[in-house]
């Protein structure tokens, strides 16, 4: 059992997280169901009885009036995505699941429309091809310019990114804590800072490395990730105090390419 001063000022702290993440909902336009209700309400009631102060009982009541507020963003998320007739893409998954390949070519002929066009070569056409290919830059010349910069996508294990010395074991928390930090101070100012702004560096090696440590940011609770749909653009949202919670069941996993293309792309918009 813990000393009681000692629960005290624990549930205090929970119940502060609480609050700042529901606050952070309505504010930074999060996905609402961050916040598991269920849990947050198991740590309000296991907390109540030692509440004896006015202090404390003001914040059990701030809790659970932001609870509600949360609700109430999930209750609207709800009712949007009903009435424009959004259906979960693990709804067709499972029903594609369901149906035979015969039923699946049915489905495929009745949507399918087909263009049809007709093409053939013609003098003109031809001299246009050949004056394109004697424009263009020999092949050996253009293979130069990407000399250095060949890769390849696939995965790594935290085991192989210790090993590459990557990330060092003993040293990697607090490295993660330095780099909430800068982001914190790159975000100074603004309410969020464009992820390849934050990530890019000279090098690509170099970006993949705080790529790898921003994964961690957000999934720690250090930070989250926020997409423009319509711009395609990915931001990055620091958190000004870590928010340590039970995780949410519709946390939704957000994958992001770094490959040199993406960088060399990066670099040539002039943006360092």
């Not at 740590?43 to 914040?59: A, Q, R």
Request: proline letters at 4%; one cysteine or more; a negative charge.
């Amino acid at each position: 059992m813990q000393p009681n001063r000692q629960r005290r000022r624990l549930g205090k702290e929970n119940l502060e997280r609480i609050i700042d993440l529901c606050r952070s909902l309505e504010e930074r336009g999060l996905d609402p169901f961050l916040v598991n209700v269920d849990k947050v309400l198991e740590v309000i009631h296991e907390y109540f009885p030692e509440w004896k102060s006015p202090e404390e009982l003001c914040l059990d009541a701030e809790a659970v009036h932001q609870i509600a507020s949360a609700l109430k963003l999930q209750s609207e998320w709800i009712k949007h995505r009903s009435s424009a007739l959004y259906t979960d893409p693990l709804l067709f998954v499972d029903k594609l699941r369901r149906l035979s390949k015969e039923e699946i070519c049915t489905i495929f002929l009745k949507s399918w429309h087909p263009v049809v066009e007709l093409e053939q070569i013609s003098p003109s056409s031809l001299e246009e091809a050949m004056k394109y290919w004697k424009s263009l830059v020999p092949l050996n010349e253009r293979w130069q310019r990407l000399e250095g910069l060949h890769g390849e996508t696939g995965t790594a294990t935290p085991e192989e990114l210790l090993r590459q010395q990557i990330i060092a074991e003993k040293e990697f928390s607090k490295e993660l804590e330095k780099f909430w930090h800068e982001l914190k101070r790159k975000a100074v100012g603004k309410e969020k800072i464009e992820y390849w702004d934050f990530v890019g560096a000279d090098t690509y090696e170099e970006t993949v490395r705080r790529a790898y440590k921003t994964s961690f940011l957000a999934t720690y609770g250090y930070a989250t990730l926020e997409v423009d749909r319509l711009e395609e653009i990915v931001y990055i949202i620091p958190f000004d105090v870590r928010i340590s919670m039970p995780e949410a069941k519709h946390v939704i996993s957000l994958p992001i390419s770094i490959t040199i293309e993406n960088w060399k792309n990066w670099k040539d918009s002039g943006k360092d």
